[in-house]
């Protein structure tokens, strides 16, 4: 199972961390994991476009299943990719929800 926590202060998020595989098909051909890893992989890359990692405004840890980001200073433009990476898990919970859970936090 892939658990995803978000981590929210005054309706901002501070943190969103994947970890876990979702084991919904054999390694490799796993459509529930190909789609989360494309999720976070995308919105790790938007907010490197957007300069998030240099100032630092965010910061971001990777390993084999494991996505972690950190939000070190609120941007209004950062929460609108963050928030796209939360509706998209979303998206993918509501159809896999066997493989998928989302837990929200208030921090």
Do not use: R, W
Not at 13 to 25: L, P
Not at 53 to 70: A, H, L, N, V
């Amino acid at each position: 199972m892939i658990a995803v926590t978000i981590k929210s202060s005054s309706q901002k998020i501070k943190q969103i961390t994947i970890s876990g595989h979702a084991y919904s098909g054999e390694p490799g051909f796993d459509l529930v994991c190909a789609g989360v890893s494309t999720l976070g992989y995308a919105i790790l890359n938007t907010l490197d476009y957007k300069g998030a990692f240099k100032k630092p405004d965010c910061i971001y840890e990777i390993d084999e299943g494991f996505i972690d980001i950190q939000v070190l200073s609120y941007q209004a433009d950062y929460q609108v990719i963050l928030e796209t990476l939360m509706i998209g898990l979303m998206t993918v919970e509501e159809s896999h929800n066997d493989n998928l859970k989302i837990t929200k936090v208030e921090v």
